[in-house]
């Protein structure tokens, strides 16, 4: 019988903790354990045999901290220690399945991290094919606080195997994962992945962990793995020892299994005596396999937002059709714009975010996936990823971390054949638009039975109710005036039929005046007729006052609450200006650091005076008098950073300008942090200070390799490459990256900065021009003659 | 190894080490810095470990838990010395995503979410060291002193936090380079003297 029938009939127990119980038979202290494998597999062998006469029916291979990072034979050492549990299993004749662990990495992922999400997956995967070769009966990923890496691991696996997988991760005493992902956000992810069971291990004893097992037995459709530690650790004579004993063990874990935990086992500080009491104590408590739960659910890295309970926001805003702003930014990949988008959505009330970067002119293969990754690096709401390219969707789906919103799939053979096996893969839940090859019927019946036929090729893959939401597609009441009501009612009928629903509200208005008007009014009333998720633009109060509005008059549990939230922060964004005496000249502004009015303020004065006179008369002269300031001591950092950033939007008026005439841009500066620096608040003041006088900077981050550095300039015709580093180590990063552009840029000035650079320091590595700070940065700069 | 997670309230963004980071004088605030302390505030999780090991002169350097560097500064601080507290602090990842979001928001918030953050930073260090100091009963210790000051390079750190398992025990890892992430971690060596 495999794995996922037993454990459909019958309770299964992992075996217990393996360096604890090695200690005491020959492994020395501060060894790894996996360091027996090719030493003295006999004590693993041993080991094993006594965890299977303990009554464990779940054998952890030795390969808990074995990766290609930390030992060059990690071949040598899966195959040993998959033979010695086979050893142990067949020796004793027993039924035990053999479970191939995998522990973390010991690095962290990016973007909080070093270590990138494709590299993870690429080591986990050649871990599972190794262990596949040698023959196992499943996967174990354990130990994980990181739900990407974890995300990495059970890809990596599923890349070489149909085996079963199980996830048990480390959460902390705050119920959450280090990266901050809570049980819910995790239990959508992994079975969305296909993870065959979920749970717990390490970090502490049973009885701190009843409130996570406790949410995961509420979310979970699989089994809950439950697999503590010995108590809380403390070191008698050199040793580790634990503050629970095998009995007192036994009670706790029996708690644990009437509440619902299905696979139990044991971890640090456990031994084939803890095992032993665990059996026996739940061998007569019920064991039922979980319900399917059903639950339409989507995750980010923190969270988990139930579709169905109540209506939800889903921002529109990050799409660039009809968006001028927005295209700009996406093609000159000014992605900081399309996260502040991110951040003010956000802020406004959005519950998710559509990320839609389709625009002829953009490699939407390459943009989509990095913006999803750029987006989810500093907000934490699921995201929509909207496009039509599969080959795109798949990129970003791959590295999305959590269980995505997947717009969408329609009734097309093209599109089912292409988009549900991407669903099936990576998880997700798929918008499903009601049309075919034939176009968006013009009928309510039309739609519904695209609907249905949707859904009876989505069962073929697996799919449920719960992991389709439909668009029943709205129209422009510009051009017929029953689209309203066709869209309404086809939605209707397919709820009624069990499904959620989602509409693009901002489409019934294209081609009307006054869109908010309308938008507002066919929210309420899809809102009326049980519309799930309202993609909607949420910094529009029009629209918001339509949403909140709704939700205290239906009567919604805390929509009467939500709604009076939303009036107190309508009254502060209402814009109500209180005279300070704010200065309306640009020169004032940027002094001052204003931001409010300064881009129309800009325009107005462009069309005045001209652009010449706008920088020469107000920008220069102002961020010269703030410069002043600074270093005499009067104003400080913050002060320069913020002019800098209001003279910057100046700029950006004015590049507008020059972008519709055409002109000479400013000095073309390519920046970095060098390779193993990891800090760049300084590159960023400096990048901010050089774009306030007009610079043209392409920022290539942090960490960044000097063969990036020279290529990325090369191609962007960089005038100066300015470097900085915070740490001597990184250094001679610094060093290499001045050679290389020497050689393969020469002409190409190298500037350098950062705390621990020196002017002889500067010298001594070969950079052309040292800045102290970024106000001497900016001058060098300045002096330098344009290519 | 002993490892504590700490309440947020019992740590504080010090005015003067605000100021000593922001390059502004005491008390005085940028205008964004209520909104983006409340951010930062909100995402901190201060913890930290610590392990005691033994120390002894070496040659001209100095054996730290069996671990040999020629650091002048270090063996120098810590004649004299028996033992050493090894200690690692961190405010976890959360911050320095929010460092990010902030700096995406505007390079001014993310410099003043940055200082915050170095100040709470700071102050969990210096809570760390008095609770260390306190729970193995030391009257006579030095103060901090980190890998990467003077002459103690950043690699020792890392070899030692690695053998002490105190970066696996918080989550806290290393680069190529032997930086420590999530960045707003802080590793320490404190002296300690038995008489």
Redesign the interface.
């Known amino acids: 019988m495999n794995i996922l029938q037993a454990i459909k009939k019958k309770r299964l127990y992992f075996d217990g903790g393996t360096g604890t119980v090695l200690e005491d038979r020959g492994l020395l202290c501060?060894n790894p354990p996996e360091s027996l494998n090719l030493t003295n597999p006999e004590a693993v062998i041993s080991l094993h045999r006594d965890y299977i006469s303990a009554g464990a029916n779940i054998i952890k291979t030795n390969t808990f901290g074995v990766n290609p990072l930390k030992y060059e034979n990690y071949r040598e050492h899966i195959k040993s220690a998959v033979d010695s549990a086979k050893s142990a299993v067949y020796g004793l004749n027993s039924d035990a399945y053999i479970a191939y662990d995998i522990g973390p990495s010991?690095?962290?992922l990016r973007?909080?991290?070093?270590f990138e999400f494709k590299d993870a997956v690429s080591m986990y995967k050649d871990l599972a094919f190794e262990a596949v070769k040698c023959g196992v009966d499943l996967f174990l990923i354990e130990t994980m606080?990181?739900m990407y890496e974890t995300k990495a691991a059970v890809l990596g696996v599923k890349e070489v195997s149909n085996l079963p997988i199980f996830v048990t991760n480390a959460y902390?005493?705050?119920g959450k994962l280090?990266?901050?992902s809570d049980p819910s956000a995790m239990v959508a992810m992994l079975e969305g992945l296909g993870v065959k069971a979920i749970g717990i291990n390490c970090s502490k004893g049973p009885c701190n962990m009843e409130r996570v097992v406790g949410e995961l037995v509420e979310c979970a459709s699989v089994p809950v793995i439950v697999n503590p530690n010995a108590g809380m650790?403390c070191?008698v004579d050199g040793k580790s020892k634990y503050d629970i004993d095998a009995d007192e063990f036994a009670v706790q874990m029996r708690e644990l299994a009437a509440i619902g935990a299905s696979v139990l086992g044991g971890c640090c500080g456990t031994t084939p005596e803890y095992i032993r009491a665990l059996v026996n104590s739940t061998r007569d408590t019920p064991y039922n396999y979980p319900d399917n739960k059903n639950l339409c659910v989507v995750s980010s890295y923190t969270h988990a937002v139930a579709i169905g309970d109540k209506p939800l926001v889903v921002g529109e805003r990050v799409n660039p059709t009809g968006k001028k702003k927005i295209k700009e930014a996406l093609i000159t990949e000014n992605l900081?714009l399309i996260?502040?988008e991110a951040?003010a959505q956000q802020d406004s009330g959005a519950h998710l975010l559509d990320i839609n970067v389709g625009e002829p002119s953009i490699d939407e293969e390459e943009m989509l996936a990095r913006v999803v990754y750029e987006v989810q690096?500093?907000?934490?709401l699921p995201l929509q990823i909207d496009t039509g390219n599969s080959v795109a969707l798949e990129n970003a789906l791959r590295i999305y971390n959590g269980k995505p919103l997947i717009n969408s799939v329609n009734g097309s053979e093209k599109s089912l054949n292409s988009v549900l096996p991407l669903v099936k893969k990576y998880g997700g839940v798929v918008v499903a638009l009601t049309m075919d090859e034939n176009g968006i019927p013009n009928d309510v019946q039309g739609r519904v039975e695209i609907a249905k036929r949707i859904y009876a090729r989505a069962k073929k893959f697996g799919l449920r109710k719960c992991d389709i939401v439909f668009d029943t597609l709205t129209m422009s009441i510009a051009s017929g005036k029953e689209n309203a009501r066709v869209t309404l009612e086809a939605m209707k009928k397919i709820k009624a039929l069990g499904f959620n629903t989602t509409l693009g509200v901002s489409n019934i208005s294209f081609g009307m005046p006054e869109r908010d008007l309308i938008n507002s009014a066919f929210l309420t009333m899809a809102l009326h007729e049980g519309l799930d998720l309202a993609i909607i633009n949420p910094i529009s109060r029009e629209i918001m006052n339509a949403y909140y509005a709704h939700g205290a008059l239906s009567g919604r549990e805390n929509g009467g609450h939500e709604y009076i939230d939303s009036r107190d922060d309508a009254h502060l964004k209402k814009g109500v200006n209180i005279d300070t005496g704010t200065p309306k000249s640009l020169c004032a502004l940027i002094e001052r650091?204003i931001k409010d009015d300064l881009e129309s303020i800009t325009d107005l004065l462009i069309d005045e005076v001209g652009i010449d006179r706008v920088i020469n008369e107000h920008i220069v002269v102002a961020l010269n008098r703030v410069g002043e300031e600074y270093q005499a001591g009067r104003s400080?950092?913050?002060?320069l950073?913020?002019s800098?950033?209001c003279a910057s939007l100046a700029f950006g008026r004015i590049k507008c300008k020059i972008g519709k005439k055409g002109g000479n841009e400013g000095i073309k500066v390519c920046i970095a942090t060098v390779e193993?620096?990891?800090?760049?608040?300084g590159k960023?003041?400096v990048?901010?200070m050089l774009e306030s006088r007009g610079c043209n900077v392409l920022d290539l981050g942090k960490?960044v390799p000097s063969a990036t550095v020279v290529a990325r300039a090369r191609e962007f015709g960089a005038d100066i490459i300015s470097l900085s580093a915070l740490?001597?180590?990184?250094v001679p990063?610094m060093r290499e990256c001045i050679e290389r552009v020497h050689c393969e840029l020469p002409g190409v000035p190298v500037m350098v900065g950062g705390a621990v650079i020196t002017e002889e320091l500067a010298k001594q590595i070969g950079a052309d021009i040292y800045a102290r700070d970024a106000l001497e940065a900016e001058k060098k700069v300045m002096s330098i003659q344009k290519r | 190894m002993i490892q504590e997670r700490v309440n947020k309230l019992d740590i504080v963004c010090d005015a003067a080490e605000f100021a000593a980071r922001c390059g502004m004088p005491i008390g005085e605030y940028p205008d964004c810095f209520s909104k983006v302390y409340e951010e930062v505030y909100a995402v901190i999780s201060p913890s930290y470990a610590y392990s005691v090991l033994d120390v002894e002169e070496c040659g001209n350097g100095v054996k730290i838990g069996g671990i040999y560097t020629e650091s002048a500064a270090i063996t120098k601080l810590l004649r004299g010395c028996q033992r050493v507290i090894l200690l690692l602090c961190t405010l976890g990842a959360s911050v320095q995503r929010q460092i990010q979001r902030q700096t995406q928001i505007s390079v001014e918030r993310g410099f003043v979410a940055d200082c915050i953050a170095d100040s709470f930073c700071e102050s969990l260090a210096s809570l760390a060291q008095k609770r260390s100091v306190k729970m193995e009963k030391i009257v006579n210790h030095t103060g901090r002193f980190s890998p990467g000051y003077a002459d103690l390079p950043l690699e020792f750190g890392r070899e030692l936090v690695n053998a002490c398992g105190l970066g696996k025990a918080l989550g806290v890892s290393f680069t190529d380079t032997s930086l420590m992430l999530p960045t707003k971690t802080i590793s320490a060596i404190i002296g300690l003297k038995d008489n």
């Open positions: 501060g010991g690095r962290m973007p909080i991290g070093d606080s990181d902390g005493d705050d280090l990266t901050g650790p070191v900081t996260c502040q951040i690096s500093i907000c934490n650091g400080y950092l913050p002060n950073i913020r800098a950033e193993g620096d990891v800090h760049d608040i960023n003041i990048k901010l960490n740490m001597t180590t990184t990063s």
